[in-house]
């Protein structure tokens, strides 16, 4: 049962996305008295809808066909999107993932400047401890823990990678500060390796709206991504949903009449659908 707030166009609309991407066509009445009605219909469709129904038998929501719509629309809506955060080499990137657990990426592309300016690189850092550099990550929260794990980092680079970071993930694992995350994000973005699926809250969130997982854990959230996402897309994947997260999928009051995915998400805390709400896709 579809719900929502008016009889308004959403922008894929307009952009000329309809269910499975095709080009929709669209007759709404220009009379007053059809305008009305179709408010009136729409909040009675809203007020029966709003409990949300169980997904209709046959409905599998990884199937391919409909992960590839997922994928076209989202490369249609981000082109070329890549990591937000600001880095010039692998090193660089490492210290900006480190630091953005639990901050925005906003506020770590304020802070690196001047700490890569202070210390361009991994031997640099290898020589001071931790308290040396809290001041100049204080504002990225966290800063005693952020310090430890970079320092604890350039040591472990300095000492047994030569001074330069690692491109496999077993090795990239055994660095202070870094999880599957980091390495993914590190991997992905700067060696252009898809070893996995960069998962943080934003891809957590967006992959249970569109019931691509019903996993809470960000390990088993990946290894679901990971069957049903072409591998050669996996890190670009990433970044497009992070993108999406950011821009029209957040976490309150998602932009669901602007979305390009509207026709085909299910998501029970939709603002605005024109299709069937299914009270678990959250």
């Known amino acids: 049962m579809a ?19 095709a080009k929709k066509k669209t007759t709404v009445g220009s009379s007053p008295r059809a305008k009305a009605g179709a408010i009136a219909q729409r909040r009675k469709a809203a007020k029966a809808g709003s409990a949300g129904s169980s997904a209709p038998k046959g409905y599998n929501p990884t199937s391919r066909e409909r992960v590839a719509e ?3 629309r989202l490369d249609a809506t981000y082109p070329g999107v890549t990591c937000a955060l600001h880095h010039q ?14 901050c925005t990426d906003e506020r770590v592309n304020k802070t690196t400047p001047a700490l890569f300016e202070k210390y361009p690189t991994p031997q640099d850092l290898a020589r001071k401890k931790p308290e040396d550099i809290e001041p100049d990550i204080r504002s990225t929260g966290f800063f005693r823990n952020k310090s430890k794990s970079i320092v604890g980092a350039a040591k472990k680079i300095v000492g047994e990678f030569g001074g330069e970071v690692p491109q496999e993930m077993n090795q990239l694992l055994t660095i202070p500060g870094v999880a599957r995350k980091t390495a993914n994000v590190v991997l ?20 249970r709206r569109l019931e691509l997982t019903k996993n809470e854990d960000a390990t088993k959230i ?3 991504l990971m069957q049903i996402v072409p591998q050669q897309r ?34 029970a805390d939709k603002t605005w659908s024109t299709v069937e709400i299914h009270k678990n896709a959250r």
């Open 3 to 21: 719900r929502g707030m008016g009889p308004r166009q959403p922008r894929w609309a307009k952009q000329g996305f309809g269910v499975g991407g």
């Open 70 to 72: 997922i994928i076209k």
């Open 89 to 102: 080499n692998s090193w660089e990137l490492l210290v900006a993932t480190i630091l953005s657990a639990q």
């Open 188 to 207: 992905g973005t700067w060696f252009r390796k898809n070893v996995g699926v960069v998962v943080d809250t934003h891809v957590t969130r967006i992959s």
């Open 222 to 224: 990946e290894q679901d």
């Open 234 to 267: 996996w890190t670009d994947f990433s970044h497009e949903v992070i993108w999406h997260g950011r821009k029209l999928c957040v976490a309150r009051s998602p932009k669901c009449a602007d979305c390009p995915l509207e026709t085909i998400c299910h998501a």
